[in-house]
């Protein structure tokens, strides 16, 4: 496997954002990351407490760059070391996380979404996985924490549906057509009258998001709405 794609020892971009100060700066997909901002990948791979998230512990150390200072990496390509520098850009923090050994099922820990890769099979295209995805981006987006008691979290979920929806209308998705995997979920949940009550069922769920499309104006980015009482 290392041999076919190409992999050394070094983490390696996968892929680069068009247009993003890393592409201007000549970051290429394939390239070896030998360090970050000064500290070696090989000393952060020492002080790593679980080398299986190097690379998330990475993005962290991208991320911590000051404000006003340039990221500067040291790459390896084709045999030889490569620096670049730029500055980068804020933008959503939150990762998505693809969970194995899951039913159909997506969740957040108030900061990263996870999405099952049964639920991923079970999509038929992108604006259907989205709207699972967007309901729970909204969720860290509100910053909906610990709810003090039924219907409030009720709320809760209500309130990340909607602004789910927006979410994805302003990412370019489809909700109209997302919304058909809900029905497909429906017809297949028989066990749904076991369900927990904090969410509504899922004909009604989809009727509010309907309701919802046909009444809102897109505004982006989206603002939170506030809890219904």
Partial sequence: MREYAGLGDAPQVISVAAESPAESAGVQVGDD?????????????????????????IEERLAATPEGRDVTLVLERDGQPVTVSFK???ACATRFILKTGKGLTAY?????????GKLVDFA???????I?????LAHVVARDGKARGLGQRR????RADILGADLMRCAGFDVSRGLAIWQRYN??????????????????????????????PMVCPPEVPPLAD
Avoid: Y
């Fill in 33 to 57: 990351i030998l360090s970050v901002n000064g500290m070696p990948i090989s000393q952060l791979h020492i002080q790593s407490h679980d080398t299986a998230l190097l690379a998330d512990q």
């Fill in 88 to 90: 980068g850009e804020t």
């Fill in 108 to 116: 957040s820990d108030g900061n990263n979404v996870a999405l099952s």
């Fill in 124 to 130: 038929r295209n992108a604006d259907e996985l989205a």
């Fill in 132 to 136: 699972f995805a967007g309901h729970e």
């Fill in 155 to 158: 709320a809760m979920e209500d």
């Fill in 187 to 216: 017809k297949r949940d028989w066990l749904r009258w076991l369900r927990g009550p904090s969410h509504r069922n899922v004909p009604e769920r989809i009727r509010r998001f309907e309701a919802h499309l046909e009444s809102a």
